[in-house]
């Protein structure tokens, strides 16, 4: 609806129109599951049910670092979790996150499963859980949680705002536009400026905090979400771009990036992972 139509909010909101736009058919305003269907499970100790958008890369960037270390109780299985047929309204996904929004995570490693999601308490999950890339105490330790739950609670809100409206959004309203982008660029610009005084978020060691931030602000230079790379002129910010490089081109981040994936090229998709084969591309035939 244009900004010249006039339209006066009701006094009670009602679900009686689709919403419009590329994700009409995926929203409603109630919770719980549509359909009965239990969750596959794995071979290993961690399952995980998601999709290659940011906030699913997050976790599974996570667990490629702590299998870069050496970790192997870190070896997990990602099912891929598909938006458009519904999948995060089974009953299967629903018991695991009530929410019915991806990453979620099952740990089976111990003698009763543990569920998590939200990709932030799956982060500060894994990082404890493993002694990794989450500082144990002081200073450094609040930063690492300060910059974490900053993106979890800005990023989705206002860059996944901005998309929409931006991108998504069946009718162009210069008001929303000028709004989120506004708001997408002050973020930016408080991403450069923390990145022009230190290495990475925290200081001079790599967290879950980088992991947290980089799939949405960092891998935009590296993916033009939403064609708006020149509309939001990001390579005008050169800490945030220099950062955004030296974490793009670490090898945990390339495979983490890959996972659960089903756009793009070919070579950049893992819709599922098993093991660490499911990386490794298949000759074509000359």
Aim: charged share 20%.
């Amino acid at each position: 609806m244009s900004e010249s139509s006039g339209y006066t909010p009701p006094k009670i909101w009602n679900w009686d129109t689709a919403s419009g736009g590329r994700f009409s058919n995926i929203n409603r305003p109630i919770a719980g599951a549509t359909h009965d269907l239990a969750l596959p499970i794995g071979n290993h100790p961690i399952q995980l049910y998601s999709l290659g958008t940011p906030n699913g890369v997050k976790v599974t960037i996570l667990l490629e670092e702590l299998l870069a270390l050496g970790v192997r109780a870190a070896e997990y299985d990602a099912h891929l979790i598909d938006f458009f047929e519904g999948d995060q309204f089974s009953s299967g996904f629903v018991e695991i996150n009530p929410n019915s929004k991806i990453p979620a995570l099952l740990d089976c490693s111990g003698p009763n499963p543990v569920r998590v999601f939200e990709s932030g308490a799956i982060l500060l999950y894994l990082g404890e859980k493993f002694n990794a890339f989450l500082p144990r105490e002081g200073s450094e330790r609040a930063e690492c949680l300060s910059w974490t739950f900053w993106q979890t609670s800005s990023a989705p809100f206002f860059g996944g705002g901005f998309g929409h409206f931006y991108h998504y959004a069946p009718h162009k309203i210069e008001y929303a536009i000028n709004r989120y982008s506004m708001e997408i660029k002050r973020q930016f610009d408080v991403l450069n400026t923390r990145l022009s005084q230190a290495k990475y978020l925290c200081g001079p060691n790599y967290t879950i905090a980088d992991v947290s931030v980089w799939p949405w602000y960092g891998a935009m230079f590296f993916e033009n979400f939403y064609s708006a790379r020149e509309f939001l002129d990001i390579d005008a910010y050169a800490h945030l771009k220099r950062w955004a490089f030296e974490l793009g081109e670490r090898d945990a981040v390339r495979r983490g990036r890959k996972v659960n994936r089903t756009w793009g090229s070919p070579n950049e998709q893992v819709p599922e992972r098993h093991s660490e084969a499911d990386f490794k591309v298949p000759k074509q035939d000359c």
